[in-house]
Nanobody, 113 residues
Framework: QVQLVESGGGLVQAGGSLRLSCAASGSIFSIYAMGWYRQAPGKERELVATISSSGTTYYVDSVKGRFTISRDNAKNTLYLQMNSLKLEDTAMYYC???????WGQGTQVTVSS
C-alpha cells in the first residue's frame, strides 16, 4: 500500500500561482502512475492531470498550458504547478496512485477575484 498526503493549497488571487505537493510513503512510489483530481462544492470529482511511471503526462483541456504535473521519484513526491489560476479552479485537490488505489485527504485551493 501507499499512503498519500497532499499539501500546498491555499487562498490565491485570480492570475496567481500555487504548487501542490503529494508526498508518498509505504511503497515504491516510482512504479505508480499518478494523478491529480479536484472536486468543487456540489460537483463530481474530476480528473485534472496524470503522469505515468515513465513521465508521460496528460491534461484535461481546461488546465492545458496553465498546470504542470511532475514527479520526483527520489523524493517520493508528486507535484502540480498551477499558474494563471481562475475562479473556476477553486476546489479540493486530491492525488491518487492508480495501481494502489490510494487517495490522499485533499488540499483546498481557493481562487478569489
Amino acid at each position: 500500500q501507499v499512503q498519500l498526503v497532499e499539501s500546498g493549497g491555499g487562498l490565491v488571487q485570480a492570475g496567481g500561482s500555487l504548487r501542490l505537493s503529494c508526498a508518498a510513503s509505504g511503497s515504491i512510489f516510482s512504479i505508480y502512475a499518478m494523478g491529480w483530481y479536484r472536486q468543487a462544492p456540489g460537483k463530481e470529482r474530476e480528473l485534472v492531470a496524470t503522469i505515468s511511471s515513465s513521465g508521460t503526462t496528460y491534461y484535461v483541456d481546461s488546465v492545458k498550458g496553465r498546470f504542470t504535473i511532475s514527479r520526483d521519484n527520489a523524493k517520493n513526491t508528486l507535484y502540480l504547478q498551477m499558474n494563471s489560476l481562475k475562479l473556476e479552479d477553486t476546489a479540493m485537490y486530491y492525488c491518487t496512485a492508480y495501481e494502489a488505489g490510494s487517495w490522499g485527504q485533499g488540499t483546498q485551493v481557493t481562487v478569489s477575484s
